[in-house]
């Protein structure tokens, strides 16, 4: 089964860090590029950032450029998200997801980022 | 605010048949043939429904369908079942500088 399971959420102070990591399983995870995308909560969706095969090309949101971090290990079939400086406004559910013909084909169920003194 | 601009709700019976609006630039959905749509259940990893504007995956029943006029797309759902009922977003492929993915506000399908 094609599975995306993140882990490395929860509390954390404003100025804070915390990282994020994705284990994908079922699917050669090498050839795809990958994705980050978050819900604020009682918002919608906002997309973070973009890693390509082999690291080749990273892109990120206005919103997080400069304090977010996206790798990915293709040996450990992992993807990560090294978030600092966090702010209240980084609150929300942080989902990775596949890149698939510039959509996002398969989603892990997400973990809570909480930003609050 | 949204770069992607959807209604909030919409509804419909069973068996009836709904769309859902998506309109943005000519930066974006109006730009490319990389429109998507995703399905949303509380609690639930969402799902995708539909890319490149009319493809579906594979398992999505053809009652889901895409299309785009200029810097509008649509979904489409017929045979309405209560299982429908979720939260849909729409996102575009944006070509700015950087380079980025937009989402719309998300609308909620409600089966009456």
């Known amino acids: 089964e094609v599975q995306l399971v993140e882990s490395g959420g929860g509390l954390v102070q404003p100025g804070g860090s915390l990282r994020l990591s994705c284990a994908a399983s079922g699917f050669n995870f090498t050839p795809y590029s990958m994705n980050w995308v978050r819900q604020a909560p009682g918002k919608g969706l906002e997309w973070v950032a973009y890693i390509g095969i082999g690291s080749s090309t990273i892109y990120y949101a206005d919103s997080v450029k400069g304090r977010f971090t996206i790798s990915r290990d293709d040996a450990r079939n992992s993807l990560h998200l090294q978030m600092n400086s966090l702010r209240d406004e980084d609150t929300a559910v942080y989902f990775c997801?596949?890149?698939?013909?510039?959509?996002?084909?398969?989603w892990g169920q997400g973990t809570m980022v909480t930003v609050s003194s | 605010q949204s770069a992607l601009t959807q209604p909030v709700s919409v509804s419909g019976s069973p068996g009836q048949s709904i769309t859902i609006s998506c309109t943005g630039t000519s930066s974006d959905v109006g730009a490319y043939d990389y429109v998507s749509w995703y399905q949303l259940h509380p609690g639930k990893a969402p799902r995708l429904m539909i890319y490149a504007v009319t493809d579906r995956p594979s398992g999505i029943s053809n009652r889901f369908s895409g299309s785009k006029s200029g810097n509008t797309a649509s979904l489409t759902i017929t045979g309405l079942q209560p299982e429908d009922e979720a939260d849909y977003y729409c996102s575009s492929y944006r070509n700015t500088s950087p380079l980025n993915w937009v989402f719309g506000g998300g609308t909620k399908l409600t089966v009456l």
């Open positions: 997801a596949r890149d698939r013909a510039w959509a996002f084909d398969v």
